[in-house]
Structure formats: C-alpha cells, structure tokens
C-alpha cells in the first residue's frame, strides 16, 4: 500500500519523433530490471484526427505533446538513472535552477486528471472531434471534383456526417451533399 502512494506522474523528454519507440525501450528496461512494481504506466497521449487522404475519410493519432512521454513512477534509487539511460530518452522534465538540472518535478494530480480526462474524453468522443457546422456559414471546399469552391451550408446531416453546400458553379446555384471532412470553414 505504502509502495502505491509513492507513485507519482512525471514528465519524461524524449527524442521528437521517437515516442513511441522510447516507450517500448523504457518498458523493455523496466521489464529486464524487475522494477514493474516501481514504474506500473507509461503513456504517449494522443487524440484521433480525421483526414481526406485520396477522396476517404482516414482516422490517424496525433501526438498530444511531441516529445514527451508520461510515466507513473516511484523515482527512488537508480530508476531515475535507469530511466535517464534508456536510448532517445533525454531526460526528465524538471525545475531548473541555474542552468543546472534538478529532481524531476512530478505532475500535480489535477494536471494528470485533465491529461489522462482528455485522453479517455477523446477515445469515447471518436468522431464527433469533427468541427461542427452552422446554417449559413460560409465554406470552401478541399477535396473532391469541386475542390477550391466557395459555398454556403444549407442543411447538416449530422447522422450522416455530410453537409448540404450551395455552390455557384458556372453561374448557376446547386447544391451538393459533402463530408464534413471535405470542407472548411471560410
């Protein structure tokens, strides 16, 4: 019991683009150390984001903070060093004093809450990340054969996830039915 409440969040810097594989080293040290009961999480926040790749909709994650990796940990004796050691890994985040490194300096509880609040908010929340709509505003279209039109939202299919758009083309009004993906807002 007394070894859960030493647990802390700390925040651990990391090579930008190489989060991912910092992770997997950090766990494969941990692991080759028996120090599981000391270091239980490490987490790589993300959220989902939607792109128009090829005129389809793709899901892709998106690093929350490039750079950083989130660890829970008991930081006593050489875990700290062990940690510090592992390969992409540059260090803790922590105060500075002097130009000179400190102790790591462990996340205050509401700072962890929103973090890991956000994340499980972001995995519930799936699609409805996409920026919602309004009748009568102005869009212009990205993807697609009419890619580069400007145009109006008459009418949200929210179930559908497509907008009614009208757009002048040739001189003419028409309207068409569009991702929400495959506009933005002007």
Known sequence: ??????????????VGGKEKKAKEYIEKEIKN?????????VL????????????????AERI??????????????????KIRNVTHVSGFLSDRQGGKETEPTPLRAAE?????????ELIDKEEENITPFIIGED??????PFNGFDGTVEEILEDKKKLKVMVKIF???????LNFVQVVKN
């Open 1 to 14: 019991m007394s070894e859960a409440a030493n647990l802390k969040w700390y925040v651990v810097r990391v």
């Open 33 to 41: 150390s028996n120090l599981q009961d000391k270091v239980t999480q």
């Open 44 to 59: 790589i926040p993300t959220e989902k984001v939607y792109q128009v790749k090829n005129g389809k909709k793709v899901s």
């Open 64 to 81: 929350f903070f490039p750079g950083y990796v989130l660890i829970e940990a008991d930081l006593t004796g050489e875990i700290q060093y």
């Open 112 to 120: 962890v809450n929103r973090l890991l609040g956000k994340v499980d």
């Open 139 to 144: 869009v212009k279209v990205v993807d697609g």
């Open 171 to 177: 001189g003419r009004k028409n309207i068409l039915e």
